[in-house]
């Protein structure tokens, strides 16, 4: 076995934060390596070969290590995290994107396939930028994977990403993923093999993460969280591999996001603090929602100080956002009232959960659609709670008024809360007009 010329210090961190003593962490290590088909007998001595002697343990053990560390701390565990070294960029990219391809062509429909082809995943692709161009390319790397590709391969990708990004903002999650995972699979996959300088590498890298984990986010607007997970768990190897400090931090924002949405608070603040561990030179915009995605998963568990002294900072750290230049699309002061409304929601505000997500609609931009629709349907839902009944059916017709136009499994949610909800008071006559008006376009 190689050997390192230091103690793996990093390796006894994780190990302590597990809680585990040696044996417990072998046989977890041979339980995950029966479940993988092979036969492992390692015993105590072993891992004190590798914490103490500097051992490092063959490829496909530490492939498990990590798998069984990942899932006893419940957030990802990198090869660098766990003191394994940077192993060669070439060798780990290989093995990377081939599982990624395999992803993502299992995620393709195969009755879409054709349709996405020769219509939509066409036309999306003839409005970016030397596009045909890439086309060209795409299809020498197909049958020359010597082809060398430069920056203009990597522009193709990001502007695709923003492409993709912009349609699932309108059009929701559902709608805009099979294209994401055609991409992947049909350009982003070849580009990853081709030939390139270590620069362009490096820029391919991480074009393909942000990618990947746009993937991931409208597989879990789809509440498809499983494999959600599985695309953000590659979009961090991706980042990693390219040395994106930002991409890894926003994709464990986007797990952290999952998280709360699912309700599990704990698993929320664990991932959101490793975000923030993971860029600590982020600008005050990332610190804002970093901040404020705590925030809520602190309320979320009922810790009313660390979620209040959150949201001080993401008020504090958004001020000092806007005061510089915006990006459209990035965290903003409505997104901030949104963390605000979740907080006081959780905390037992519900007055003042309504007035925040009020003035979150209020000042939202109006090409994000889906969001519109949804956190549009949780306002509805808290003055419904609030006794406010009329109000809420009021609201809930103006959700219905776009319902048909996006397609998210996160807002059809929301719709069932919806009908769920009125279902006691269906004698109310605008209960039962929004009631019939619902179920005909959700039959």
């Known amino acids: 076995m190689p050997r390192t010329r230091h103690q793996n210090e990093s390796l006894g961190r994780l190990l302590y934060e597990t809680g585990w003593d040696h044996g417990q962490f072998t046989r977890a290590i041979n339980a995950a390596g029966t479940r993988a088909g092979l036969s492992l007998h390692y015993e105590n001595s072993s891992v004190s070969h590798w914490l103490n002697d500097g051992t490092v343990p063959r490829r496909r053990t530490q492939e498990l290590i990590l798998d069984v560390l990942s899932t006893r701390l419940r957030r990802p565990v990198t090869v660098a ?3 394994f070294g940077e192993p060669q960029l070439d060798g780990e990219a290989t093995d990377l994107v081939t599982g990624l391809m395999d992803l993502a062509r299992a995620d393709m429909d195969p009755s879409r396939r054709s349709v996405l082809g020769a219509g939509l995943y066409s036309a999306a692709m003839v409005s970016v930028p030397g ?6 390319r795409i299809d020498m790397i197909k049958t020359n994977p010597h082809t ?8 193709s990708v990001i502007a695709m990403t923003e492409m993709v990004s912009s349609i699932d903002d309108q059009q929701g999650g559902r709608f805009a993923r099979p294209m994401a995972a055609n991409f992947l699979v049909n350009a982003i996959g070849p580009y990853l093999k081709a030939d390139a300088t270590d620069e362009v590498r490096k820029a391919m890298l991480s074009a393909a993460a942000d990618h990947c984990y746009l993937t991931g986010y409208m597989a879990m607007d789809e509440r498809l969280d499983g494999l959600a997970n599985r695309y953000y768990v590659k979009a961090l190897e991706l980042a990693r591999l390219a040395g994106d400090e ?7 924002r986007g797990m952290s996001v999952m998280h709360g949405d699912l309700g599990d608070g704990s698993t929320a603040i664990r991932l959101a603090q490793s975000a923030s561990a993971a860029s600590p030179q982020a600008g005050p915009r990332m610190r804002a929602f970093l901040a ?5 998963a602190a309320a979320i568990t009922g ?12 008020e504090a750290a958004m001020e000092k956002a806007e005061s510089q230049a915006k990006a459209l699309g990035s965290y903003d002061p409505s997104s901030l009232h949104y963390h605000v409304s979740q907080v006081r929601y959780e905390l037992g505000d519900m007055s003042g959960a309504i007035e925040s997500m009020q003035q979150s609609h209020q000042i939202r931009e ?7 629709v949804r956190y549009g349907a949780m306002l509805a839902e808290r003055k419904f709670k609030a006794g406010r009944l009329d109000e809420a059916c009021m609201d809930w017709h103006r959700v219905l008024d776009e319902y048909q136009l996006v397609q998210s499994g996160r807002v059809d949610d929301r719709i069932h809360e919806m009908q769920t909800l009125i279902m006691p008071h269906i004698r109310n006559p605008l209960a039962r007009e929004l009631h019939d008006r619902a179920r005909s376009m959700t039959a």
């Open 366 to 372: 109006p090409v994000f659609r889906r969001t519109r």
């Open 148 to 155: 060398r590709i430069g920056q203009r391969e990597v522009q």
């Open 292 to 296: 404020g995605q705590e925030a809520h």
């Open 303 to 314: 810790d009313r100080s660390l979620a209040l002294l959150r949201i001080k900072q993401a």
């Open 246 to 252: 930002l991409t890894f931090c926003t994709t464990l």
């Open 81 to 83: 995290e766990a003191g």
């Open 131 to 136: 596009w045909q161009d890439a086309v060209g």
